[in-house]
C-alpha cells in the first residue's frame, strides 16, 4: 500500500491567492483527517470526514478554509483567500473502519509557505 | 479548558540509558492515550495506544503507562538508540470519538 498520499509536498502562493491541497486516504479506511501544524500552535485538528461525510469542522479556522471529501478516495482543503499566518504544514491522514482505537496513518504533509 | 503538556520541549540521552517521556493532562477524561513518533520533514507515525483501564502496554523496546488517578503517561524507550531520536507526540481520544487532541511533542536526542 502507498499510505497516505498527499499534493502538492510544497506550495509557495502569494497573499490573497486560492490553495488547494490534495490528499488520498489509504483504500478501505473510512475515516479521514486534515491537521495543521506550526512551532507556535503544534498539531490541530481542522476538520475530519467518516464516511465521506464531514463530522467535526469546529477546528476550521475560518470561512477562508474549506474541505471537500467528494468519494473515499480524494479529498480536497481549499483556503480562499490565503493569506500569510496560514504559512503550516498541513497533514492528511486517514483511519480504518471498526476499530475504536483510531490509530490513524498520516500522509508526508504540504508545507504551504503564503507571502 | 482543556490541556495536555509534556514534559521538556528537549531531552538529551546517552545511548543505551533509558528515555523517559511525559504527557500529563487537565480537564479530559481520555479512553485511550496514543504515542506517535514524527521525524523532520515527515508526518506523525504511530507507536503505541493504551486503554484507559490499561495501566501497561509494551512494544519491543517500548512501554507506555497510563494512569488516570494522576491523568498521566509516561513512555519509555529501553536501551536507546541514535535512531531513536526524534519528536514524540502523546495523543488523547474521549470515548467513541474518532478525534485526536496532541500535544506538543518533546523532542529527543540519544547520543552516541
Known amino acids: 500500500d502507498a499510505g497516505v498520499i498527499q499534493s502538492p509536498r510544497h506550495e509557495v502562493t502569494e497573499m490573497g491567492q486560492e490553495v488547494t491541497l490534495r490528499c488520498k486516504p489509504i483504500?478501505?479506511?473510512?475515516?479521514l483527517f486534515w491537521y495543521r501544524q506550526t512551532m507556535m500552535r503544534g498539531l490541530e485538528l481542522l476538520i475530519y470526514?467518516?464516511?465521506?461525510?464531514?463530522?467535526?469542522d469546529s477546528g476550521m479556522p475560518e470561512d477562508r478554509f474549506s474541505a471537500k471529501m467528494p468519494n473515499a478516495s480524494f479529498s480536497t482543503l481549499k483556503i480562499q483567500p490565503s493569506e500569510p499566518r496560514d504559512s503550516a504544514v498541513y497533514f492528511c491522514?486517514?483511519?480504518?473502519?471498526?476499530?475504536?482505537?483510531?490509530?490513524?496513518?498520516f500522509g508526508p504533509g504540504t508545507r504551504l509557505t503564503v507571502l | 479548558s482543556q490541556k495536555i503538556e509534556q514534559n521538556s520541549e528537549a531531552l538529551n540521552i546517552q545511548e543505551g540509558k533509558t528515555a523517559t517521556l511525559t504527557c500529563n493532562y487537565t480537564?479530559?477524561?481520555?479512553?485511550?492515550l496514543q504515542w506517535y513518533r514524527q521525524d523532520p520533514g515527515r508526518g506523525p507515525v504511530f507507536l503505541l495506544l493504551?486503554?484507559?483501564?490499561?495501566k501497561e502496554k509494551r512494544k519491543e523496546r517500548l512501554k507506555v503507562t497510563f494512569d488516570t488517578t494522576l491523568k498521566q503517561s509516561l513512555f519509555h524507550i529501553t536501551a536507546s538508540q541514535p535512531a531513536d531520536s526524534a519528536t514524540y507526540l502523546c495523543?488523547?481520544?474521549?470515548?467513541?470519538?474518532?478525534?485526536?487532541?496532541f500535544g506538543s511533542g518533546t523532542q529527543l536526542t540519544v547520543l552516541p
Open positions: 491522514a486517514s483511519s480504518p473502519q471498526g476499530r475504536d482505537s483510531n490509530e490513524q496513518f
Open positions: 483504500s478501505g479506511h473510512n475515516s
Open positions: 470526514f467518516n464516511n465521506n461525510v464531514p463530522i467535526d
Open positions: 480537564n479530559y477524561s481520555p479512553a485511550y
Open positions: 493504551i486503554r484507559e483501564n490499561e
Open positions: 495523543a488523547l481520544q474521549a470515548g467513541s470519538a474518532r478525534q485526536l487532541t
